[in-house]
């Protein structure tokens, strides 16, 4: 079965340094989703992807975050100066559809901010 | 209006026991019901889901009650058993126009041998 992959797995960097997490969709989706989930609570919608924009964000997503689809199957997720805050697992998603479809989740990049 | 709130936070049964997990929403533009598990270190994956014109879905052992007027929704898992053990969350999605599913706070279920 086709499978959403998500690189590296465990990313550690210092306070205000760049980031960027990457991810592999599954091939035939159109529609890219990043989520957020802190200490296996609450997964927090980011931002959702759709013929090379954003189709929504959250206030999470500020102007530290930009997602870009380089090529025709890496999406990726920049934070552009981290904070302590910005520690969690970082999920990729992807679904065929928009609304009313299932997001299947990549298994996540821990990013820890010391 | 764009929660979703999910109870109990945690849950243990024994084997064989129909542990049942509540959500309630407040946004009717949802329309699009569904349910993830979640095992430690991995991707929550969709288990079930359900539109609000059925009020019951069946899927082997899993079923979600859906009561469209009093905007809840439950997951009833029967003869669970230790594997069925994870975090599960609800999550609605549906009607915003931007393709944002909005989760649950999740519940930790225990399935005691």
């Known amino acids: 079965e086709p499978e959403v992959t998500q690189t590296p797995s465990h990313q550690v960097t210092q306070m205000g340094q760049e980031v960027i997490l990457r991810c592999v969709p599954i091939?035939?989706?159109?529609?890219f989703y990043w989520y957020r989930q802190i200490l296996g609570q609450k997964v927090e919608f980011l931002v959702s992807?759709?013929?090379?924009?954003?189709?929504?964000k959250s206030e999470i997503f500020d102007d530290q975050f930009s997602v870009e689809r380089p090529d025709g199957s890496n999406f990726t997720l920049k934070i552009r100066s981290t904070k302590l805050e910005d520690s969690a697992m970082y999920f990729c998603?992807?679904?065929?559809?928009?609304?009313?479809?299932?997001?299947?989740f990549g298994n996540g990049t821990r990013l820890t901010v010391t | 209006q764009q929660q979703v709130k999910q109870s109990p936070q945690s849950l243990i049964v024994q084997k064989g026991g129909i542990p049942i997990i509540n959500c309630a929403y407040e946004n009717t533009a949802f329309d699009y019901f569904p349910w993830y598990q979640q095992f430690p270190g991995k991707g929550p994956a969709l288990l079930i889901a359900?539109?609000?014109?059925?009020s019951e879905k069946k899927e082997g052992r899993f079923t979600i009650s859906f009561n469209k007027s009093a905007k809840q929704f439950s997951l009833h898992i029967m003869d669970s058993q230790p594997g069925d053990s994870a975090t599960y969350f609800c999550?609605?999605?549906?009607?915003?126009?931007?393709?944002?599913?909005?989760f649950g706070a999740g519940t930790r279920l225990f399935v005691k041998a």
């Open positions: 992807f759709y013929n090379n924009e954003i189709s929504e």
């Open positions: 998603a992807s679904s065929d559809r928009g609304d009313n479809s299932p997001l299947h």
């Open positions: 999550a609605a999605a549906g009607g915003t126009g931007g393709f944002k599913t909005i």
């Open positions: 359900i539109r609000p014109d059925v």
């Open positions: 091939s035939n989706h159109l529609y």
